[in-house]
């Protein structure tokens, strides 16, 4: 496929949008730095937007923009503690023969243990995703501790990249996050000290996982540099991993500890497995562990 023409910048405008037409976007001054950057070659250009807005902590968007050689797309909202709503998640990476793919409203709580999240959110849902799993099927082997983070609904999918597949991936993305600002709308104040702690902690828990471990950092790591890697992983894409608790990598994830005190490099210590959709189209958790 030919990548000069395609871009996932029409993604962030359309959500932006959307998401206008319900509240007021205020933009993050702290951001401003990270607006837009190129990488040491000159060849890729970075650009970010972010904003807060009532009922949501932080919308930001990563685009990375490699002319030919690839386009990668990091989209997520962040919900205010105050709200147990999933967390919206679009990661994209394309380039000119594979694209690989995670679109969820991800659960800040695991579906497999709490079924009554489960049922709040996502009984409603299912509809939607079996629109999709068909034309962007399960993308193999998934790592257990990915999956912790998915819920019933989620896309996982790996394709030859084509104009075709990603109109349907544009489709399915429109409809994905218009079911998270509909939830928003619904989502009432919590107001129960102990619930808002708690539901701070399990973002915080998702953000150090997702700013310790995710895919795309080697990539940027190449593109921008150690450093500024680091600070747009830390101060941009998860912003709050430094204010939201004071727990550590280790304190969420002890399994990775390494006899030195480190963190294992590794991004997973549970393995690949999950060959297939491990839900049912009922939302029921029928994964059959492959090892
Ligand atoms: C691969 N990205 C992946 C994979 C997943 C994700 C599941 C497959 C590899 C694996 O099994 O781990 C995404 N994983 C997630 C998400 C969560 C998670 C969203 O646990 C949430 C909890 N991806 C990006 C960005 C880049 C990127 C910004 O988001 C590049 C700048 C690239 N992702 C990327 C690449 C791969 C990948 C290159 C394939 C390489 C690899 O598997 O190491």
């Given at each position: 496929m030919d990548l000069s023409t395609f871009s996932y910048q029409k993604f962030v405008n359309f959500a932006l949008q959307e998401t206008k037409l319900r509240t007021g976007l205020a933009p993050l001054?702290?951001?401003?730095?990270?607006?837009l950057l190129r990488s040491k070659d000159n060849n890729t250009v970075l650009r970010t937007l972010s904003f807060c807005a009532p009922k949501i902590r932080l919308v930001r968007s990563l685009t990375v923009e490699g002319n030919r050689a690839m386009q990668v797309l990091d989209f997520a909202v962040f919900p205010e503690p105050e709200f147990d709503l999933p967390i919206f998640c679009a990661n994209f990476f394309t380039n000119a023969s594979l694209s690989i793919v995670v679109l969820d409203l991800n659960p800040l709580y695991d579906v497999t243990i709490h079924t009554d999240y489960k049922e709040k959110y996502y009984r409603k849902l299912l509809p939607l995703g079996k629109k999709y799993f068909e034309l962007l099927p399960w993308g193999g082997n998934i790592t257990g501790e990915s999956l912790r983070f998915f819920s019933p609904i989620v896309i996982w999918t790996r394709f030859t990249s084509s104009q075709f597949k990603h109109d349907v991936l544009y489709s399915a993305f429109m409809d994905y996050f218009k079911a998270w600002l509909a939830l928003m709308d619904e989502a009432v104040k919590e107001t129960s000290a102990c619930h808002i702690h708690r539901n701070r902690e399990a973002q915080h828990k998702y953000l150090r996982w997702r700013a310790e471990k995710d895919p795309g950092h080697p990539i940027l790591k190449k593109l921008v540099g150690e450093n500024l890697a680091k600070e747009l992983v830390w101060?941009?894409?998860?912003?709050?991993?430094?204010?939201?608790?004071?727990?550590t990598f280790l304190d969420y994830?002890?399994?990775?500890?390494c006899d030195s005190g480190t963190?294992?490099?590794?991004?997973?210590?549970?393995?690949?497995?999950?060959?297939?959709?491990?839900?049912d189209l009922n939302g029921e958790f029928v994964g059959n562990h492959s090892g």
């Open positions: 001054p702290s951001h401003e730095k990270f607006r101060r941009f894409l998860f912003d709050g991993v430094d204010s939201l608790g004071a727990k994830f002890p399994e990775y500890k963190i294992n490099q590794k991004r997973s210590v549970m393995g690949k497995s999950y060959e297939t959709r491990p839900w």
